[in-house]
């Protein structure tokens, strides 16, 4: 009996995937349980393991796209369990492109539509239910027609009549000798939607200023012997700014907020989005009520999620839900930069390298370790002194971690 193998549901929202490839050949002999191949989304990778034993028939190539549902390979458990002396050797694919992207979110793609008319991003579906709107008078101008939020919002307002401007025509990109066309990943294009998302729908402002990393460099020196004894992890610079973070959060609730509409939704809790390089490239896994996490559970759980994001086990759930970004370019040798928004967040930290600079000390000139912090910020929603506040508190907390941040082994 041949049993089919389909691309299976990853998400609510999420309707098509990607082959990423196969670890298997075509015509190999798989039991039950082998990892039969990698899929991926616009937010995650996801592991198809074989629910059958027998001999794997591949219906589709690495790089294609295909519904949630789609029949992709087979497996018969009446063939015998070696691999087809004609069948092709390991299936080739295009490599993934690196990805570099400040952050990655993990934001709903379009989930269908209503009734037999356009499709509805999944928050513009609700405004239309719950205003009694129909949704084919709605234009839609988001991929491929979908209706967003924002043109729900924009629906029935007066037009403001802008002045004519030439028609641009769009370049097109002739390939010469040389030039290597390779198809973005699902990934890449949602990091490229995202972005120009986040530039579109908010008053991106950043503030820098710079801390002086000393005592903290100063505490890790002292402790990092006992602190892997007694804990089993690294300690590590993550959880410091964490910490400082969260105080700043509570202290400007609206570093920690989200513009929904004509509405402020305020967060009463912490989930904060930690940025981790993998090979496929930058994600942020959150961490969750990291207000109730102590310096150890922290590192502990910022060590889990980096872990699952080098091997390709991030989840979706691990993705999604964050109200705060922090992003550290300082790994990568980063001394200056302006993260950009993390849609529907209203803030990120952008953490860069430490460096020594010559300081003025008690009147003395001194080298210290010094790190540039900037903090883009929402400026619908968050005033200049609210993110000047906010970044200030950050750098006193650091700069005494143990009198503000309450540091314990």
Same mark, same amino acid.
């Given at each position: 009996?041949?049993?089919?193998?389909?691309?299976?549901?990853?998400?609510?929202?999420? %309707?098509?995937?990607?082959?990423?490839?196969?670890?298997?050949?075509?015509?190999?002999?798989?039991?039950?349980?082998?990892? !039969?191949?990698?899929?991926?989304?616009?937010?995650? %990778?996801?592991?198809?393991?074989?629910?059958?034993?027998?001999?794997?028939?591949?219906?589709?190539?690495?790089?294609?796209?295909?519904?949630?549902?789609?029949?992709?390979?087979?497996?018969?458990?009446?063939?015998?369990?070696?691999?087809?002396? %004609?069948?092709?050797?390991?299936?080739?694919?295009?490599?993934?492109?690196?990805?570099?992207?400040?952050?990655?979110?993990?934001?709903?793609?379009?989930?269908?539509?209503?009734?037999?008319?356009?499709?509805?991003?999944?928050?513009?579906?609700?405004?239309?239910?719950?205003?009694?709107?129909?949704?084919?008078?709605?234009?839609?101008?988001?991929?491929?027609?979908?209706?967003?939020?924002?043109?729900?919002?924009?629906?029935?307002?007066?037009?403001?009549?802008?002045?004519?401007?030439?028609?641009?025509?769009?370049?097109?990109? %002739?390939?010469?000798?040389?030039?290597?066309?390779?198809?973005?990943?699902?990934?890449?294009?949602?990091?490229?939607?995202?972005?120009?998302?986040?530039?579109?729908?908010?008053?991106?402002?950043?503030?820098?200023?710079?801390?002086?990393?000393?005592?903290?460099?100063?505490?890790?020196?002292?402790?990092?012997?006992?602190?892997?004894?007694?804990?089993?992890?690294?300690?590590?610079?993550?959880?410091?700014?964490?910490?400082?973070?969260?105080?700043?959060?509570? !202290?400007?609730?609206?570093?920690?907020?989200?513009?929904?509409?004509?509405?402020?939704?305020?967060?009463?809790?912490?989930?904060?989005?930690?940025?981790?390089?993998?090979?496929?490239?930058?994600?942020?896994?959150?961490?969750?009520?990291?207000?109730?996490?102590?310096?150890?559970?922290?590192?502990?759980?910022?060590?889990?999620?980096?872990?699952?994001?080098?091997?390709?086990?991030?989840?979706?759930?691990? !993705?999604?839900?964050?109200?705060?970004?922090?992003?550290?370019?300082?790994?990568?040798?980063?001394?200056?930069?302006?993260?950009?928004?993390?849609?529907?967040?209203?803030?990120?930290?952008?953490?860069?390298?430490?460096?020594?600079?010559?300081?003025?000390?008690?009147?003395?000139?001194?080298?210290?370790?010094?790190?540039?912090?900037?903090?883009?910020?929402?400026?619908?929603?968050?005033?200049?002194?609210?993110?000047?506040?906010?970044?200030?508190?950050?750098?006193?907390?650091?700069?005494?971690?143990?009198?503000?941040?309450?540091?314990?082994?």
């Amino acid at each position: 009996m041949k049993h089919p193998v389909v691309t299976p549901s990853v998400g609510e929202s999420i %309707t098509e995937v990607s082959i990423l490839k196969w670890a298997k050949q075509n015509g190999q002999a798989v039991k039950s349980g082998d990892l !039969l191949c990698e899929i991926e989304s616009d937010k995650a %990778t996801v592991e198809i393991v074989a629910e059958f034993s027998g001999a794997l028939s591949i219906l589709r190539q690495p790089g294609e796209r295909l519904p949630i549902g789609e029949r992709i390979a087979e497996i018969d458990d009446a063939a015998t369990g070696a691999v087809s002396a %004609t069948a092709p050797t390991a299936t080739k694919q295009a490599p993934a492109p690196t990805v570099s992207a400040p952050m990655l979110a993990g934001a709903a793609v379009a989930g269908g539509a209503m009734a037999a008319g356009p499709a509805v991003m999944p928050a513009a579906r609700k405004m239309i239910s719950e205003q009694g709107l129909d949704a084919s008078q709605i234009s839609g101008t988001g991929k491929g027609g979908r209706i967003t939020k924002g043109d729900v919002l924009d629906h029935g307002r007066a037009p403001v009549q802008a002045p004519a401007r030439p028609a641009v025509p769009t370049p097109t990109v %002739t390939d010469r000798p040389g030039d290597r066309r390779v198809p973005m990943s699902m990934l890449r294009q949602r990091i490229a939607e995202r972005l120009v998302q986040a530039q579109h729908n908010a008053a991106i402002l950043t503030t820098f200023n710079e801390v002086d990393m000393g005592a903290v460099m100063a505490l890790r020196a002292q402790h990092k012997d006992a602190f892997k004894a007694k804990h089993g992890v690294n300690l590590g610079f993550m959880s410091f700014f964490t910490k400082a973070c969260i105080s700043g959060l509570k !202290l400007i609730p609206e570093v920690n907020a989200t513009i929904d509409g004509r509405d402020i939704i305020y967060h009463d809790y912490y989930d904060v989005g930690i940025a981790v390089g993998t090979e496929r490239g930058l994600v942020v896994p959150v961490v969750r009520g990291a207000d109730q996490l102590s310096f150890a559970q922290m590192e502990q759980k910022i060590t889990e999620l980096g872990i699952k994001g080098r091997d390709g086990k991030l989840s979706i759930a691990d !993705l999604t839900g964050g109200t705060f970004t922090i992003s550290n370019g300082g790994v990568y040798g980063s001394l200056l930069s302006t993260p950009i928004l993390n849609p529907p967040q209203s803030g990120i930290l952008g953490m860069h390298k430490i460096q020594d600079r010559p300081m003025v000390v008690n009147g003395k000139i001194e080298a210290r370790p010094m790190m540039y912090l900037a903090l883009s910020y929402d400026h619908r929603l968050i005033d200049g002194k609210g993110a000047v506040t906010f970044l200030v508190h950050v750098k006193e907390c650091l700069e005494d971690p143990v009198g503000k941040l309450g540091f314990s082994m």
